[in-house]
């Protein structure tokens, strides 16, 4: 199956740039996600690329991929202490069938 | 702003009790899932279902039971509840927004039942 990793912890300051990684296994991944967790709420979609791109920019964010070495990272620029959050990389592989294969996390903290 | 919903938000029971987590969206998605999170640890898919009374297991093994009657309600149902079932149970439902790209699926959350047993 699908194996999903990423670090767990990452701590920045605020104004700088936060990049977290994930690298996963399945190679015929289509769609790679990342979804971001705050304190005592579900999930929410950050943003996701199609297996097919190498970078995808949406205003702060940008998600890059290099599918040679299965690794995806989303990187947040000008962090603000709003982000502070847990941040999970999710896979859906060819077939589809099956629910998305999420990693353990990065809980992204932002100091003042 | 995603219409996804589960109920209690938090739930702290007896070894041995029944309980049903609830999960309801009004979004008309016909995939929904239920994922088991512990503290710093990945989602564990639990159970899914593609529509009305299609119902599948996921990939951890789990001692409960799903129930999908309606397009909008997707309840979890633990018959007897032990203290290794404490975790935070999430709820979801998907969505395919591009209608050629069957496999991207975007998935919205409800806020979680934290359970706790006894």
């Known amino acids: 199956g699908e194996d999903v990793e990423q670090s767990l912890f990452l701590s920045v300051r605020e104004g700088d740039s936060s990049v977290i990684n994930c690298t996963y296994t399945?190679?015929?991944?289509?769609?790679l996600y990342w979804y971001k967790q705050e304190p005592g709420a579900g999930l929410q979609l950050l943003t996701y690329?199609?297996?097919?791109?190498d970078m995808k920019q949406d205003q702060r964010l940008t998600v890059l991929l290099n599918k040679k070495d299965k690794h995806l990272s989303l990187r947040i620029a000008d962090t603000q202490t709003g982000d502070s959050a847990i941040y999970f990389c999710?896979?859906?592989?060819?077939?589809?069938?099956?629910?998305?294969?999420f990693g353990s996390g990065t809980r992204l903290q932002v100091q003042p | 702003e995603a219409d996804i919903y589960q109920t209690p938000r938090y739930l702290v029971i007896g070894t041995g009790k029944k309980i049903t987590l609830e999960c309801s969206q009004t979004?008309?998605?016909?995939?929904m899932y239920w994922y088991q999170q512990d503290p710093g640890m990945e989602l564990h898919l639990i159970h899914y279902?593609?529509?009305?009374?299609?119902?599948e297991k996921g990939d951890l093994s789990s001692e409960s039971t799903v129930s999908r009657i309606r397009t909008e309600h997707f309840p979890l149902t633990l018959e007897s509840a032990r203290p290794s079932h404490t975790s935070q149970y999430l709820c979801?439902?998907?969505?395919?927004?591009?209608?050629?790209?069957?496999?991207?699926?975007?998935?919205?959350f409800g806020s979680g039942t934290q359970l706790s047993v006894l």
């Open positions: 979801a439902s998907g969505e395919t927004p591009d209608r050629g790209a069957l496999t991207n699926e975007k998935l919205f």
């Open positions: 399945d190679s015929s991944s289509t769609y």
């Open positions: 690329i199609f297996s097919n791109m």
């Open positions: 999710a896979v859906r592989g060819y077939t589809g069938r099956r629910a998305l294969t």
């Open positions: 979004m008309g998605h016909d995939k």
């Open positions: 279902s593609y529509g009305v009374n299609s119902t």
